[in-house]
């Protein structure tokens, strides 16, 4: 076996629904769904996957979503704050959590 | 991308339906020197279509009643006969355009074209790869937006872009690098928002083009080693919904010496005319031209891909 993320592999995203059919068409309605236009542009809902995308840390995601955002006219600019607001988010998450620990430790220290 | 993928996908010959528009590329000389230009046209451009070629071209459009003309380059307006050749083409019933870079209006010697496109209601298209001016001049060169911006402001006061002036004024859209145009709506709430909101400045429709890989394009995707990616990317989106309206089906380009193309793709690849076709301007036999085969080559791509590419934009709903 290969690299375990190999960039061909994108292409083979198409081919998700493999082995269970009738779930992946359900899904992939779901995604074109979700992400076509809606009440948000698509302009917003690729950036907003985009920040999804980093910070899932999936290159696949990355890849397409990047092209998307490129396709549709965002400036790098725009990606950039939006990849920002996904990693303030990380952050934010990662010391809201901390809130559990702060609470075992008032409680369980002398 | 093995050669001659395009042919098998499509799994058999592609013909043509007709003839709409007859392209008459008339040089490649140009102002400008787009990064992105399939021509590679540019100031130093010595292809000149010669006086008795232009006439052929009005000949044919006399016989064959075909009810538009197109005209392209390189900048048409750097063309010695272009005024009396537009004259010429403009007729009752007969929908001529010309593919304007806009700057070069502002040049020395052109300054006098608005008036005449106005006065023989040319439809105008202009490329403005994005509403954003720094983007923009990425691709065309510096100050480029601005003359742009400059020029639609000077044919908004002849009416062009206007509503129910009848005066066309359309604006196209391609990537600035080697990804594929978005969606055509999208894009031109875009533009519209910005063009108009902020540059106050009228177009009728945004026209969205695929980077071709060729020309000064291809150049660019082999120097930044993304040559093989863009050309699967292209492949791998392929639409056979978009094989009902690519251009070739329903247009001859004529290029600077008379030689016949099924595009102007096929032009800067030499791909003339061929299965039995005539192949110049000086054979034009419109019968056997508006059924014959249309040559094709792995480029085809690029027209096909997603919602499709053409002259008129983006050619097909999305898959």
């Known amino acids: 076996m290969g690299d375990y993320y190999d960039k ?20 992939f309605d779901y995604y074109a769904k979700a992400t076509g236009e809606g009440r948000l542009t698509a302009r917003e809902k690729g950036l907003i996957a985009l920040a999804v995308a980093t910070t899932q840390n999936c290159p696949y995601c990355i890849d397409a979503w990047t092209n998307a955002c490129l396709s549709l006219g965002v400036p ?28 075992i430790v008032k409680k369980k220290e002398m | 991308m093995p050669a001659g993928a395009f042919e098998q996908r499509i799994g058999g010959p592609l013909t043509a339906a007709g003839i709409e528009v007859l392209q008459v590329n008339v040089g490649d000389r140009c102002n400008l020197s787009c990064r992105h230009c399939h021509v590679g046209a540019g100031p130093a451009g010595t292809r000149v279509m010669p006086r008795a070629i232009l006439e052929r071209c009005l000949a044919v ?45 502002l040049e020395e010697g052109c300054r006098d074209l608005p008036d005449l496109y106005a ?7 202009t490329s403005l790869p994005s509403w954003d001016e720094e983007h923009t001049d990425r691709q065309r060169g510096a ?56 540059q106050g400045v009228l177009f009728n429709r945004l026209r969205c083009i ?15 080693e993304n040559r093989d990616e863009y050309l699967g990317t292209l492949e791998a989106s392929f639409n056979p919904a978009t094989l009902q309206s690519v251009m070739c089906r329903s247009m001859v380009s004529v290029g600077w010496d008379g030689t016949l193309y099924d595009c102007d793709f ?15 301007i000086l054979a034009f036999d419109h019968e056997r031209l508006r059924r014959r085969r249309i040559t094709v080559g792995d480029h085809c791509f690029g027209c096909t891909a997603g919602p499709g590419s053409s002259c008129q934009g983006q050619a097909a709903a999305g898959r």
């Open chain 2, 143 to 198: 100050g480029v937006f601005r003359k742009v911006v400059t020029v639609m402001r000077q044919l908004n006061e002849r009416g062009y872009g206007a509503p129910g002036s009848g005066l066309v004024l359309d604006v196209v859209h391609n990537p600035i690098g080697a990804y594929l145009p978005g969606c055509q709506a999208a894009l031109e709430r875009q533009y519209r928002e910005s063009l108009g909101a902020r």
């Open chain 2, 61 to 105: 459009l006399r016989a064959s009643a075909i009810p538009a003309v197109d005209v392209t380059g390189g900048a048409p307006e750097l063309h010695p006969d272009i005024r009396w050749f537009l004259r010429e083409c403009a007729a009752p019933g007969r929908r001529v355009t010309v593919r304007s870079n806009f700057a070069v209006l």
């Open chain 1, 76 to 103: 790098r600019e725009e990606m950039m704050e939006a990849v920002h607001v996904g990693a303030a988010m990380m952050a934010g998450i990662t010391l809201a959590h901390a809130t559990q620990m702060r609470k």
């Open chain 1, 8 to 27: 061909k592999d994108l292409a083979d995203f198409a081919n998700i629904g493999e082995f269970a059919p009738e779930q992946g068409s359900a899904f």
């Open chain 2, 119 to 125: 006065d023989l209601r040319v439809e105008l298209v």
């Open chain 2, 266 to 280: 096929n032009q800067v690849l030499r791909l003339p005319i061929d299965h039995g076709a005539p192949a110049s």
């Open chain 2, 210 to 224: 695929t980077n071709m890989p060729i020309g000064r394009f291809l150049d660019f995707l082999r120097r930044t």
